[in-house]
């Protein structure tokens, strides 16, 4: 073909390189810090920036080497472009496949931010461009007759220009031109087009990363706007819109929106869901997160789409190492031919030395040690491990902390979805998943919800059926439960002595079930054996010692035994838990005013549900509180605002101690008995005992009040 400068197309035909839509290719190559848990990139090698269009069967592929290449193309073909295209970065491809590259399109306009400028009149190629490592490229502008777009601006550069290898020529910079709103089609010279024709309209393509497909018939490449949608064959680059967002999600990870930070990634996922560096980047927003099991699943995803993907690799093995997976952290974390973080591998090693240690200890049933180490492996990094909690649960379980152990139940960490890696993880010789569902059917069982205990230790049969503790469990968890279902029948229909032989059995299965030690104690009450009921009281107690019922068959236990110190101890206890049980309140009464007559003190009026007294006068002042017994006196005045707050407490008091004589004093009706009193600030309480005054209290708090009160009941 013929390109002179006096033809007048060749203007006309001039490429304009802004226009073919390279400044809007981008690659976001920014990394994020190296830190484990930032979201990273892959450095895109993008070889030469414009390589020549030629059709290819198996799609649009980009080569990695300069290579020389050919452009031929007949009178029809025109590589000169108008209006605005956005070319999507395609993959590299490293297939063995023939020296043609049709079809072909490699760039970066940020590579090149500024280009080499030519002047005018320069001879350009007939035959297309040749491309030699080390050589400058040329930029072919053929000229055709039959050219389908527009003049460029006459400011702008022709093309033609030689710029070096690796570079891409940018023209009409700081320039203003049309943009045609609709897409461009390349020919690839099939149908009525040649090679590089460009062609408008089209805008339904699929641009790959490597592959590109069209609805057109002749096999043109259409190249869509931003928000084409993205297909990749292989990992690694992906277009330019999925770029875009990563660079977005970046940003926004960088500012700690790790919510908005996974959105962007989530877009750009959709675009080329086959690109690793993608799911690896979600995966650190996840993390920031705190969905450490989304995270791992990412990480494995991004592995499986690239294994030789490093960076995916040692974020997966630091996530592993807070869930306590050494073992899978390890193979992640130290790579054949990979220069391991030597943080993360120190980190990997003290939490393994723990879990070890915690593992020997539980073995021999040093629950203590076990307790300790477990808790300084999650301290030394596997602050996400759902085992290591439960061990935690199991060890204080065993050492008779059923409180402690129900409250860590709570603070378990949720791992959802399950891993592949999770599932196949052992801890303490069993499955994961089964030594959680263990250790629950152990807390469910001390808790005496037998049901729920038998479908957790179902669970850790069905997840690992070949584990001899979780079968040993799960008999001794159904005989249990048997024994005490059968248990409760015959303590029902009164048949209170093989109901003990009953719970009997079942404390053989299970010795530090305070449920059947309590069940039992009250089988003993009912056949009179009291000190016997008191025995499995204490035994309950020392495994769960707020054990409520336990406490009240200790309490009832001991008022039969003539007990009454014991018995008033444990009532008042009840009482502070149970303030509006009237029964307990009752009991309490009974029991002071017997202890107190077993002291040899008299006992006058006194009867249980008394009201505040109040008192008028000063004669009657000092009858009450010359009373055997304690007396609280309450000076208030209606006016005082602090008085008028603590007088219902007062009446709350009156009622929970019983055995107390209380009464109340209105200075302001009775000021001959706040005279000879001396009291000059409200509210005064003053404790008086058999006629002698014990104690005096200003404006007291109520925990100071009862305090005070419960001192004195005695």
């Not at 931003?226 to 999925?242: F, K, L, P």
């Not at 707020?546 to 008042?572: M, P």
């Not at 001396?678 to 058999?690: D, E």
Request: aromatic share 6%; glycine share 8%; net charge positive.
């Amino acid at each position: 073909m013929s390109h002179s400068g006096k033809n007048n197309n060749t203007t006309t035909t001039a490429t304009n390189i802004t226009e073919l839509g390279f400044h809007n290719l981008s690659f976001c190559d920014d990394a994020l810090s190296c830190e484990a848990n930032k979201p990273d990139f892959r450095e895109l090698d993008l070889g030469s920036p414009v390589s020549p269009l030629r059709t290819r069967p198996s799609g649009l592929t980009a080569t990695s080497t300069t290579t020389t290449t050919t452009t031929s193309s007949s009178s029809s073909s025109s590589g000169s472009v108008s209006g605005q295209t956005r070319l999507n970065p395609v993959n590299k491809r490293h297939d063995s496949i023939p020296n043609s590259h049709s079809g072909e399109l490699s760039g970066s306009s940020e590579t090149s931010p500024t280009a080499p400028t030519r002047k005018p009149g320069h001879a350009r190629s007939d035959s297309g461009s040749v491309s030699v490592s080390g050589h400058p490229l040329i930029y072919s502008g053929q000229s055709s007759h039959q050219s389908s777009v527009s003049s460029p601006p006459p400011n702008v550069l022709p093309t033609g220009n030689i710029c070096p290898s690796g570079k891409i020529l940018k023209t009409g910079i700081g320039l203003t031109s049309n943009r045609s709103s609709r897409t461009d089609t390349l020919g690839s010279g099939m149908g009525h087009y040649g090679h590089g024709s460009i062609m408008r309209g089209g805008s339904n393509h699929i641009v790959g990363g490597g592959s590109a497909t069209s609805v057109k018939s002749g096999g043109s490449l259409a190249v869509g706007p931003e928000n084409a949608n993205v297909n990749r064959n292989r990992g690694g680059i992906c277009g330019g819109d999925a770029e875009e967002l990563k660079r977005m999600g970046n940003e926004l990870y960088r500012k700690g929106c790790f919510g908005e930070a996974l959105s962007m990634y989530d877009k750009a996922i959709s675009l080329a869901p086959r690109n690793a560096a993608f799911r690896s980047n979600r995966a650190a927003a996840l993390t920031g997160l705190g969905r450490i099991g989304e995270a791992v699943k990412e990480c494995e995803e991004a592995v499986r789409l690239d294994p030789n993907y490093w960076r995916a690799h040692q974020r997966l093995g630091s996530l592993l190492v807070r869930l306590g997976q050494v073992e899978n952290a390890r193979r992640h974390l130290c790579l054949s031919g990979q220069q391991a973080d030597p943080t993360e591998v120190h980190r990997l090693q003290v939490v393994e030395k723990h879990l070890s240690k915690c593992t020997d200890a539980r073995k021999v049933g040093d629950w203590k040690s076990a307790l300790r180490e477990g808790d300084a492996a999650i301290a030394a990094g596997a602050d996400f491990s759902p085992q290591l909690s439960m061990c935690r649960v199991e060890a204080l379980l065993k050492l008779h902390q059923l409180e402690d152990a129900e409250s860590s139940l709570s603070n378990i960490p949720k791992i959802e979805p399950s891993t592949v890696s999770s599932s196949q993880t052992r801890f303490f010789g069993m499955l994961s998943e089964a030594y959680t569902f263990f250790v629950r059917a152990q807390i469910e069982m001390a808790l005496g919800r037998f049901e729920n205990a038998v479908t957790a230790a179902e669970k850790a049969g069905q997840i690992d059926p070949r584990n001899v503790e979780v079968a040993v469990l799960l008999n001794n968890v159904k005989l249990v439960a048997r024994a005490r279902a059968r248990g409760n029948d015959l303590f029902k229909s009164e048949r209170f002595t093989e109901a003990c032989q009953a719970y009997g059995e079942g404390l053989r299965f299970d010795p530090s079930n305070s449920v059947l030690y309590c069940n039992r104690a009250a089988c003993w009450f009912k056949l009179g054996q009291w000190e016997r009921s008191v025995e499995d009281s204490n035994q309950a107690l020392l495994i769960q010692p707020n054990y409520t019922k336990a406490l009240l068959r200790r309490a009832a236990s001991n008022s039969k035994l003539e007990k009454w110190a014991d018995a008033v101890r444990d009532f008042e206890v009840l009482r502070r838990e149970l303030p509006d049980d009237n029964e307990i309140a009752e009991s309490l009464f009974h029991a002071q005013v017997s202890l107190k007559k077993s002291r040899g003190e008299e006992v006058y009026n006194m009867k249980f549900g008394g009201e505040v007294e109040e008192v008028s006068s000063l004669e009657q002042f000092r009858a009450a509180v010359s009373l055997p017994g304690v007396s609280v006196v309450h000076f208030k005045s209606a006016s005082n605002l602090h008085c008028k707050q603590i007088s219902p407490y007062v009446e709350t008091l009156c009622g929970r101690y019983p055995s107390i004589n209380f009464l109340k004093v209105d200075i302001d009706e009775s000021p001959g008995v706040a005279h000879a009193e001396n009291v000059r600030i409200v509210p005064t309480f003053k404790i008086y005992k058999n006629g002698s005054r014990m104690k005096e209290i200003v404006c007291p708090s109520r925990d100071m009040l009862e305090h005070s009160v419960r001192h004195y009941s005695f």
